[in-house]
């Protein structure tokens, strides 16, 4: 028994010294740069920044079904991670709705823009014809003929909605000829208007992407670079071949952003300029996470400003100083040494805990940090009916060993199955804020279960362990100790 309990008395040390390492913050110590990649990752409500609630928009006649708000939310998801957003929130809420929060973002307009659009990507035949930039069109997807051009497909009807778009970013260094489009108004565009007149050839659109990247041009002006996968690469060049000094056209959601003339044979590669330096950044993102399945319309925005998280912070800092010392001082004054080692267990418990919220990651808001109090006094109550347990093994005459042990063993399943009920709430509570897109409830429900699957291991074996050395080592000598008062120790000592 002594050799099994020192063994954990080394585990839990080092498990506290590995779990101080991870919370302490700096960059002192970090082997292999994992504190730099796990620090405390704040929600929208600590940091400040964007909450955007997105509802489809679907055309007459299209229905949005479960499986094209997922992918419309996967795409999403891609554009917000090529932003560069820390810890964003993207989930779909009911059947037509998405919940978009980005903490720390500075420029909610342009976020907005890059979220909503549908940035679907063709390049056409204009049937030499220079198109002016703007110009709305309506396409249908091509075929290469006989001589090596696109030819239309058999249906005239324009292309229905978008098309995903492969996001591999595997960028080559090498150029092909590239088109050198007039210069263009290339804003991300806004819902068209319906389009009339003749339908042109679609050669490429945007599924035959392989990557789209913001680049440089020959002269130094910013450009958006998009590079083809095989076949699609194939057939471009076939197109320009047989086209040379005529024009096509780069059409984003059906406008013309420009009409180049083609120069040369063109392969895998080729530019759209024209642009900002923003909007390029903007088009690739777009281009390169594909299409929306579906249009979004904003239904709300929100900016959260960074004050009210930082006073969040510190208000819910001081909360659990006060929290945290009135329990320590009533373990202490009630129960006497285990509480005082419920306590140094309670510290160990708080660092383990944040550890791991860095280390899963959990994303910290303020019902997060609501359920990670919660959870301490979760901890507590498991040890109090630990104690509890242990004195009442004392009334019945058992010697400090055999009521500690008894303590605990008898304590263990109202503990175990408090806890697993408590869990199971939390799993659904998780659930239901997935599903309706309530941040504020998955943050609460994510980190009172993480609290209180850690308290099972600190009540349990932190707690018990510590006693039992104390015990070992001849340090608890009477029953005072354990919290028993002079009339109880009055009593047992006169066998009552």
């Keep these: 028994m002594r050799f099994r309990t020192w063994h954990m008395l080394v585990f839990i040390a080092c498990l506290t010294l590995l779990s101080g390492w991870i919370v302490l913050p700096g960059s002192t110590l970090d082997i292999g740069g994992f504190k730099h990649n796990h620090p405390v990752r704040e929600g929208l409500d600590l940091q400040g920044g964007l909450q955007v609630l997105l509802q489809a928009n679907p055309p007459a006649g299209q229905k949005v079904d479960k499986d094209t708000l997922a992918g419309t939310r996967d795409t999403i998801e891609r554009r917000v991670n090529a932003l560069g957003v820390s810890e964003p929130l993207i989930q779909t809420r009911g059947n037509n709705q998405i919940v978009v929060e980005l903490p720390g973002i500075k420029d909610p307009q342009d976020a907005i823009s890059t979220l909503k659009d549908t940035a679907l990507l063709e390049i056409i035949d204009p049937q030499g014809q220079q198109l002016p930039p703007g110009t709305v069109v309506r396409t249908t997807l091509g075929v290469p003929g006989e001589n090596g051009a696109a030819t239309p497909a058999a249906s005239p009807a324009a292309s229905p909605g978008a098309t995903p ?10 150029a092909s000829p590239a088109a050198s489009p007039v210069a263009a108004t290339a804003n991300t565009p806004s819902p068209t208007p319906t389009p009339t007149g003749p339908v042109y050839t679609t050669v490429i659109s945007g599924k035959d992407l392989k990557d789209a990247y913001r680049g440089t041009g020959q002269n130094g002006q910013v450009v958006v670079v998009f590079e083809l996968k095989g ?4 057939k471009f060049y076939d197109y320009t071949s047989s086209h040379i000094g005529q024009p096509m056209s ?35 993102i777009q281009l390169k996470a594909g299409a929306l399945g579906v249009p979004l319309d904003v239904v709300s925005s929100q900016t959260v400003g960074p004050s009210l998280g930082r006073d969040s912070i510190d208000r819910s800092l001081v909360a659990g100083i006060i929290g945290l010392g009135a329990v320590a001082l009533f373990m202490i004054i009630y129960y006497r040494l285990p509480g005082i080692l419920s306590v140094i267990a309670l510290l160990i418990y708080t660092l383990l805990t944040f550890a791991l919220f860095k280390v ?15 959870s301490i006094g979760m901890a507590v109550d498991a040890n109090v009916l630990i104690f509890s347990r242990m004195k009442e093994e004392l009334r019945t005459g058992k010697t400090l060993s055999h009521a500690i042990e008894a303590g605990f063993d008898h304590a263990w399943p109202s503990i175990r199955d408090s806890n697993i009920s408590t869990m199971i709430t939390c799993a659904i509570l998780y659930w239901f804020g997935q599903f309706t897109g309530a941040s504020i409830i998955t943050g609460f429900a994510l980190t009172l279960f993480v609290g209180v699957a850690v308290s099972m291991f600190t009540a349990i074996t932190v707690t018990r362990t510590f006693l039992r050395l ?26 009552d």
């Excluded at 778009?165 to 090498?174: E, H, I």
């Excluded at 076949?231 to 194939?234: I, K, Q, S, V």
């Excluded at 406008?255 to 909007?279: C, H």
């Excluded at 019902?367 to 919660?374: E, Q, S």
């Design 165 to 174: 778009v492969g996001a591999t970013p595997a960028a080559s260094p090498v």
């Design 231 to 234: 076949n699609a690469a194939n």
């Design 250 to 284: 780069i059409v984003v959601d059906k406008k013309v952003i420009s009409s180049p003339t083609i120069q040369a044979s063109i392969s895998n590669q080729g530019e759209i300029t024209g642009v900002s330096a923003t909007e390029a950044e903007q088009l690739a």
């Design 360 to 374: 899963i990651p959990v994303t910290l808001t303020l019902a997060g940090i609501a359920g990670f109090i919660l």
């Design 470 to 495: 104390m015990v070992d080592a001849g340090l608890i000598n009477s029953s005072w100790w354990l919290g028993m008062n002079a009339a109880e120790l009055a009593a047992l000592a006169a066998g």
